[in-house]
């Protein structure tokens, strides 16, 4: 059974639009955590840069099946139906995301379900150069293992690719706060071996700091 995870940038028109669409997103949410049990994340969040007004989502559910039950619900259909009416500048922008490595373990906390409205999420976009991939993932099977073996701070961390391009990767990982990020994730040793490589084998890396705003990040599973 194949879990689907998606990666989604909603732009409202204006202020409006932005508390129509949080008003969707409370109610989707708590219709999936409540009686959809194959959505495992459901989450919506906005950026810390002020200038930044987008809407982020990370959604995933347990299998193909699971993600077209959620789309024939009342509720999807009302956002769909909203959505039609001009209300966000563009469709939203959609990145389907597959795991990166059947060895590294995608990890998250129970526990991120009761530190959530403090959690700071952090989706981490890399592009490799053509071949480097490989030697990439290594570190991060390494950053994988720290992060959940020593890192109590570290709620959350996964390790995605693009399913069209293995030299894409996104790094989906949320921790108690920004300081603890700063200060405890980004000075481990496996974090200091991995921005070692350099240039040589990474093309682009961009990092988006979200702050989440409601929905849930954890749901388990059996």
């Given amino acids: 059974m194949s879990r689907i995870s998606l990666f989604l940038r909603l732009n409202p028109?204006?202020?409006k639009a932005k508390e129509e669409l949080y008003e969707h997103l409370v109610t989707l949410s708590r219709v999936t955590q409540d009686t959809e049990p194959g959505v495992l994340r459901y989450s919506y969040a906005t950026a810390y840069d002020p200038e930044d007004e987008l809407i982020y989502m990370i959604e995933e559910y347990a299998s193909q099946e699971a993600a077209n039950d959620h789309m024939k619900t009342k509720e999807y259909s009302a956002l769909v139906k909203w959505i039609g009416?001009?209300?966000l500048g563009?469709?939203?922008a959609i990145q389907r995301m597959v795991p990166a490595d059947p060895?590294?373990?995608?990890?998250?906390?129970?526990?991120?379900a009761l530190q959530q409205s403090n959690v700071a999420l952090i989706y981490t976009e890399v592009i490799y150069h053509p071949g480097k991939a490989a030697t990439v993932l290594e570190h991060w099977k390494a950053v994988a293992k720290v992060s959940e073996d020593q890192e109590l701070g570290t709620l959350l961390w996964g390790a995605w690719k693009?399913?069209?391009q293995d030299d894409r990767v996104f790094i989906v990982h949320a921790y108690e706060s920004l300081e603890y990020l700063f200060e405890e994730h980004v000075n481990s040793r496996a974090m200091k071996n991995f921005r070692a490589l350099g240039d040589e084998y990474i093309k682009e890396m961009n990092v988006l700091k979200?702050?989440?705003e409601g929905g849930f990040l954890y749901k388990k599973f059996e």
């Fill in 103 to 112: 060895l590294i373990n995608n990890f998250v906390r129970p526990q991120i």
């Fill in 162 to 164: 693009d399913p069209g």
């Fill in 13 to 15: 028109i204006n202020q």
């Fill in 85 to 87: 009416t001009g209300a």
């Fill in 90 to 92: 563009a469709g939203p």
């Fill in 210 to 212: 979200l702050k989440v």
